[in-house]
């Protein structure tokens, strides 16, 4: 069972693969198509203003080359979503079997958390996906970053099943993690739309240096920015509640709710820097591109606590099973 | 009609206005409220709250009463006294773990006997992650390791017991280093004559797991499937005496370098075995106890903290997720003097405003205009009308 997980995982990210080239290839095409009907953006991109955008142009002059071209690059992007409905699949059931072998929730060390977290990210993606779209165009953003973190997962903290260490044997072991697991995903899923904003709102005020040229085909700056608040506030509360858990919890087993051991720190950080982010979306005054700068730095302050304190540091959170 | 579907209306002449979705601004209250409400919680356990960290080895002669001296390290708040400690009793009187084959603990769990006069006598179980709640305190297990005992029969040949704890090293097959020291070694019976040269005191290794050969210095294992105790003895004058504070857990090196304490053989102990010394003294290693580290902590606050995140939470939700908007309604009675293509009927204008992004507003704008006119074509108007202000609205907002 521990190795039919590893061979899921394996499978998961060949999977997300696929979907990244897929996505990828649409891009691609997407630039021949524009060079042929010499017309802006594509179609199906143009919904995704949510009626503050200006009016879409004129249709594309229909041209059959540009038709086709337009009809293969639909399709890529079709196989990306495919893909990456397939690696969540492979990735879920990886998680379960793993879950099965070890007779427990796959939450025990680092491996296993990143896995469950960048689970989380893609099925939240999966969902406004599907609510939303036109926002396709960002799953190769997606599917990069997931390709990235799972492989890491595989190649760098791959640990074998262990059972639970007695301090973490506690039904707050499931209260704690999996809130934290679920927050943890969604912020990390509200980068992508965040860094699409910042880069589609540049492009839209006429920048056209490199990262800008990047959103040429992104979906319009303010469904992004929406999006980008929608995860954020979603996350914020679950992320709250899952810090107050852990403090009843570390109360009932290091005897004190807040010890400002490395971890607590750090979620600590995070926790101000999001909530600087929400008081500066609700703030006129304060630029949307201002405030989503501050929830980048909120992601950063997220991969410093799953990646750096548990390399980095020593405290009592030290469960990630790295040497 | 707008009171029935909860809004607040105000009636000004031919005008109503109505405004919905307090709970916006409530929540926000509530949740910056409840986080002053988390630091005085935080205040009050940091001033009137206790703690207190200790060894307790097992045994009825080794139990503790909640006394600040019985702590190796204690702290009181500033609004703590000594006096205002509650009394109780605790001895150790089983300790049982669980570990896998690599050495990974799988499980902890101890048993005490609780006794003392703010609380009733009674025999308790607790774990790592179920402390032991008392009346006014909670007590917490840290650590556990193991408390040689060790018997020495000195020249006149009377006997002493030591069983302090060995500290562990923190390796996974708990090696653990410690001293016993026998100061009140070879006092003469007779004259009740001390003889500060003659003291003796025995450091060593405590393997649980002894490897099957030397080098006996690292356990394999944390049960004592081969314990083996590495000693090496010491004679002479311990520096006990000149009242400088020592740890009890280390020989003190300085008499070590002054030559007033001189090292007179090693020797590695099985359980039971005994070792005779140069002088015929003999040492014995007779098994040994199990001792566990424990927090004795009272925090007065935390209820008041476990509260407010409650409520900070119920407050974070609202405010996040509640949604003001406002709705004006003017009734212009129609001027007859103009003529009216209906008479004796009236136009109202209708407004409507979200003051936070709420993208369902138009519709919710629209039902509403609906409901009060009641009326089909006011329903198709009413939607351009809201599609407009909506986003009249929206740019407002974002000024």
């Not at chain 1, 600590?268 to 980048?296: C, D, E, M, Q």
């Not at chain 2, 007779?286 to 476990?306: A, I, N, Q």
Request: contains cysteine.
């Amino acid at each position: 069972m521990s190795a039919l997980s590893d061979n899921l995982v394996s499978f998961a990210i060949l999977a997300y693969l696929v979907a990244m080239i897929g996505h990828a290839v649409e891009y691609a095409l997407g630039n021949a198509r524009t060079r042929v009907a010499a017309a802006a953006p594509v179609r199906e991109l143009v919904g995704a203003g949510a009626g503050a955008l200006p009016p879409p142009p004129a249709p594309v002059p229909s041209q059959p080359a540009a038709d086709r071209s337009a009809g293969r690059a639909r399709l890529a992007g079709l196989v990306g979503v495919g893909a990456t409905a397939v690696a969540a699949l492979l990735h879920l059931a990886a998680l379960v079997t793993r879950g099965l072998a070890a007779d427990r929730m796959p939450w025990g060390n680092m491996y296993e958390f990143v896995l469950t977290v960048t689970f989380i990210g893609v099925t939240a993606w999966l969902v406004v996906l599907w609510k939303r779209p036109s926002l396709r165009k960002l799953g190769l953003f997606l599917t990069l970053v997931m390709v990235l973190l799972v492989a890491t997962a595989e190649l760098v903290l791959y640990v074998p099943i262990v059972p639970l260490v007695p301090a973490l044997n506690s039904y707050w072991f499931v209260v704690h993690v999996s809130t934290i697991v679920f927050a943890s995903g969604i912020f990390l899923l509200g980068v992508v739309p965040a860094v699409g904003f910042l880069m589609r709102n540049g492009y839209e005020q006429g920048k056209r240096s490199f990262p800008y040229t990047l959103a040429k085909r992104l979906p319009g700056a303010v469904g992004l920015e929406r999006l980008t608040f929608a995860l954020h506030a979603f996350a914020f509360p679950i992320f709250t509640f899952a810090v107050i858990a852990g403090a009843i919890w570390a109360e009932a087993a290091w005897g004190r709710p807040w010890g400002w051991d490395p971890k607590e720190t750090w979620a600590f950080i995070s926790w101000v820097v999001y909530a600087g982010y929400l008081h500066a979306r609700a703030t006129p005054s304060v630029k949307r591109n201002v405030a989503t700068w501050i929830a980048v730095l909120g992601f950063l302050t997220m991969l410093m606590n799953l990646f750096g304190v548990n390399i980095f540091f020593t405290g009592l959170h030290s469960y990630g099973g790295l040497d | 009609m707008l009171r029935k579907r909860r809004w607040r209306v105000e009636v000004r002449g031919d005008e109503v206005s109505a405004e919905k979705g307090y709970l916006k601004e409530t929540g926000n209250l509530l949740f910056h409220t409840s986080l002053i409400a988390v630091l005085i919680g935080v205040a009050l356990g940091s001033w009137y709250g206790w703690s207190g960290n200790r060894l307790l080895v097992a045994g009825a002669d080794n139990a503790f009463c909640n006394t600040r001296q019985q702590y190796a390290e204690a702290k009181l708040g500033p609004r703590v006294d000594s006096a205002d400690l509650p009394r109780f009793c605790l001895r150790l009187d089983d300790f049982r773990a669980r570990f896998l084959d690599s050495g990974q603990p799988e499980f902890f769990n101890a048993t005490v006997t609780v006794d003392g006069p703010d609380e009733p006598t009674r025999s308790a179980d607790f774990s790592v992650n179920s402390p032991l709640r008392l009346a006014d305190a909670s007590v917490y297990l840290l650590g556990h390791g193991y408390a040689p005992v060790i018997r020495y029969t000195d020249r006149f040949g009377n006997s002493q017991i030591s069983d302090e704890p060995f500290l562990t090293t923190g390796d996974m097959g708990l090696t653990s280093e410690g001293l016993a020291a026998f100061p009140d070694a070879n006092v003469d019976p007779a004259t009740g004559q001390r003889a500060p040269d003659q003291q003796m005191a025995f450091t060593g290794i405590y393997l649980p797991t002894a490897p099957q050969q030397a080098p006996f210095v690292r356990s394999e294992y944390p049960t004592e499937r081969n314990p083996a105790l590495n000693l090496v003895a010491y004679r002479g004058n311990l520096g006990l005496d000149a009242g400088i504070p020592g740890s009890v857990y280390q020989l003190d090196q300085r008499q070590v370098r002054t030559g007033k304490v001189k090292e007179v053989g090693t020797k590695l102990l099985r359980k039971g075995e005994s070792w005779t010394l140069d002088d015929g003294t003999k040492i014995e290693f007779l098994g040994t106890e199990r001792y566990v580290t424990l927090s004795v902590r009272h925090d007065p606050g935390s209820t008041m903290l476990l509260v407010s995140c409650g409520v900070l939470l119920v407050g974070l939700m609202g405010s996040l997720f509640g949604k003001r908007r406002r709705v004006w309604f003017r009734v212009n009675p129609t001027d007859p003097t103009h003529g009216s293509p209906t008479s004796g009927s009236s136009l109202m204008e209708v407004g409507g405003l979200p003051r936070t992004d709420y993208p369902g507003f138009a519709d919710e704008f629209a039902r509403l205009v609906a409901a009060v006119s009641g009326d089909e074509r006011a329903t198709q108007r009413a939607d351009a009308d809201a599609d407009s202000s909506d986003r009249a609205g929206v740019r407002e907002g974002a000024e």
